[in-house]
């Protein structure tokens, strides 16, 4: 799922490892937040808004400020935390034209709705999303509200209760289901991505909000941690560590914090990929001073080779619909994709165009992969249809591109980048490339893993 950087193996291994092959004190778990409880009122049987689940064009959606009663100053800075989390997931899913209240301040409205539809209409929206907030008993409540603003409908409402630390949360949990809505499809709000932070001269694992917020520690080895890989439960991270010596595969739980090693046998084992139901795991590993393609089920057992070329074989990424691996092979002369079913036959390459192909990413439907192809003498993104064999490359300009991710529903891609002048994730759109913004910031950043669908 992740882009790990091919390299040859005429070096010493450690060497290669901490520098050029993959490209590369315990934490304390942070506690579940309280869980948000979502009471939604009983919705219209008819609605009037006409919202294609397949158009192009973006839904006009107005969001005046939310109207807020009762906060102390906890609560308030809550409040603003979630009323802004709402606005930022809806603008980053690129469905919609938003006006906010920057742009309706000039609008000359008297808070009746009913009243001032016609009114925001004339602003050209097509949706007005309204909000309530209010602080009760240390708690923060937040009430949703969707109108069709051509019937004057209520057309979605929902009600969220949790604790102050959780409105980030219900922030995200809303924007989901407004864009499940209006859309017919799955937001990716409350998504994570899994990545390797470089602070000082460590290399851990990390977890963030798609948006780069709320970033933390996974693992605290304080030793060379990288390419991590979701489970298909979106339950914990598989990745790869020094930290017994030889590189192994070993895996973290998100709630709990704890670890366990999974393949740890022989003198590497690099690059985990989980099958899509969780039940085996795909990885690299050295035989006889060549790298292969292995798999085993998810706890490290029952090993199946394959792969079997005097080319190294590794980086495999793991279908999201099951029966094919990618991976990147040597095998004709310079890295390229090939792709494999899941029991090691029918070998064939995906990619014909770059000098220099490495780090399949698949689309959660399957149909596209995207990678690290090298053009020009500078890596960029490309994306590659597996039937047609259609390629575009989707980043230009300066500085390397590397490690593509899909979002869970295939919109968007994080990547690595180099344009600022150290590794930083940025995300962007998948289809051509636009509309990209930097998540993260701090220390250096790459091999991002976004979480699957749930």
Avoid: C
């Amino acid at each position: 799922m992740t882009t790990r950087r091919f390299a040859a193996f005429s070096l010493p291994l450690l060497v290669l490892l901490g520098s050029a092959l993959i490209r590369a004190q315990s934490p304390t778990p942070p506690p579940p937040p309280a869980a948000a409880t979502p009471a939604p009122p009983s919705q219209p049987s008819e609605v009037t808004l006409e919202l294609s689940r397949n158009q192009k064009a973006k839904i006009r959606l107005a969001i005046p400020k939310y109207a807020a009663a009762g906060f102390s100053g906890a609560g308030s800075a809550a409040g603003t935390e979630l009323e802004t989390t709402v606005r930022r997931d809806l603008d980053f899913s690129g469905y919609f034209e938003i006006q906010g209240p920057e742009q309706l301040a000039a609008l000359n409205v008297s808070g009746d709705l009913l009243r001032d539809r016609d009114v925001y209409r004339s602003a050209g929206n097509d949706v007005l999303l309204a909000g309530d907030l209010r602080e009760e008993q240390g708690k923060v409540v937040f009430e949703g509200r969707l109108f069709d603003l051509k019937s004057g409908q209520s057309i979605l409402a929902k009600r969220y209760r949790g604790s102050f630390a959780t409105a980030r949360r219900i922030g995200h949990t809303f924007a989901d289901e407004v864009i499940r809505y209006l859309t017919g499809g799955a937001g990716f709000a409350l998504s994570e991505i899994a990545y390797v932070s470089e602070r000082g001269k460590i290399k851990e694992i990390w977890l963030m909000d798609y948006d780069g917020g709320n970033p933390r520690p996974l693992t605290g080895h304080r030793s060379t941690s990288m390419s991590p890989a979701w489970d298909h439960a979106g339950d914990g991270v598989a990745y790869t560590s020094f930290v017994n010596g030889p590189p192994g595969v070993y895996f973290a739980e998100v709630a709990s914090g704890k670890k366990r090693p999974l393949i740890t046998s022989g003198s590497l084992n690099i690059s985990p990929s989980y099958a899509p139901d969780g039940g085996r795991i795909a990885f690299s590993r050295s035989v006889g001073g060549n790298i292969e393609i292995f798999s085993s089920d998810a706890g490290g057992g029952n090993l199946r080779r394959l792969t079997q070329s005097a080319a190294i074989d590794t980086n495999p990424a793991w279908s999201p619909k099951g029966g094919t691996i990618a991976f990147t092979s040597s095998r004709a002369g310079n890295p390229q994709i090939y792709l494999m079913d899941e029991e090691g036959a029918s070998q064939r390459r995906l990619t014909f165009e770059g000098s220099y192909n490495d780090g399949a990413s698949w689309s959660p439907d399957g149909s596209e992969v995207a990678y690290a192809t090298r053009r020009d003498g500078r890596f960029q993104i490309a994306v590659t249809n597996i039937v047609s064999q259609e390629t575009r490359v989707i980043t230009a300009g300066p500085g390397e591109n590397e490690s593509p991710t899909f979002s869970p529903d295939g919109r968007k891609i994080a990547f690595t980048s180099r344009r600022s002048g150290t590794k930083q994730i940025y995300v962007m759109d998948a289809a051509d490339g636009a509309n990209v913004r930097q998540v993260t910031t701090a220390g250096s950043n790459d091999m991002a893993d976004w979480s699957r669908p749930k």
